[in-house]
């Protein structure tokens, strides 16, 4: 359960993302957004509440797990330049390279011990390591993963995006799970066949849902 300060931190969190939001999103030619074949009258306090445990869509490996609230799934972001997911990295797992290509991200530890990083357009790669309490910023489109460092509790976090869709692409499951040919890989990568077909394997016949 988070904490009244975690709570706090998470809405003043959404609210300096909100306010620095870069032309992700669509402007609203209306206070908020109204979904279609919807009455504006008929929009109560309940259109802009979300449940994000039981109604967030999941994102799951053995590794770690999201729940995500963007507006495809809680439509009353749309246009406000926001989005917010909880994440649990399981002992000692990770969160793979991955990019967010319209949105930065906040990351907020609420237990746990997390090691952090992204690299940026010049190669230069940024880390450090995270307690509880500490929030660190990965600016958007910049390639970035978590690593939990505890090898016996679960780390969870809350993280805010500064669009309502934010895009998540998983870089190994891009590269080698989504049919780009080997020839290519092999050359892109300097690789053997048999390395390429080695990190192919994992993703051979699974459907990739994000």
């Known amino acids: 359960m988070m904490s009244t300060f975690t ?4 809405i003043l969190l959404l609210g300096v993302l909100q306010s620095h939001v870069q ?3 669509p402007d609203l030619l209306t206070d908020f957004f109204i979904p279609s074949g919807v009455n504006a009258s008929e929009v109560d306090g309940a259109d802009f509440t979300f449940k994000l445990l039981t109604d967030g869509a999941a994102i799951a490996t053995v590794d770690f797990s999201l729940k995500v609230a963007f507006a495809t799934q809680f439509s009353a ?3 406000l330049g926001v989005s917010f997911a909880s994440v649990e990295v399981q002992p000692k797992g990770v969160v793979p390279l991955h990019i967010h290509a319209r949105a930065s991200e906040i990351i907020f530890i609420i237990s746990g011990q997390l090691k952090v ?3 940026d357009s010049t190669n230069n790669l940024f880390t450090n390591i995270l307690e509880a309490g ?8 910049m390639v970035h993963y978590y690593a939990n460092l505890n090898a016996s509790a679960v780390l969870n976090a809350a993280v805010a995006f500064s669009s309502s869709e934010p895009g998540l ?3 190994p499951s891009n590269l080698f799970g989504s049919g780009i040919s080997s020839n290519v890989l092999e050359k892109s990568f300097s690789a053997s066949p048999e390395v390429i077909s080695s990190l192919k394997a994992p993703f051979e016949g699974v459907t990739i849902q994000q």
Do not use: H, N
């Open 77 to 79: 972001l749309t246009g």
């Open 117 to 119: 990083g992204f690299v």
């Open 23 to 25: 032309a992700a999103d």
């Open 7 to 10: 709570f706090s931190f998470v």
């Open 169 to 171: 692409t998983l870089l």
């Open 134 to 141: 500490d929030m660190f910023v990965f600016p958007k489109g």
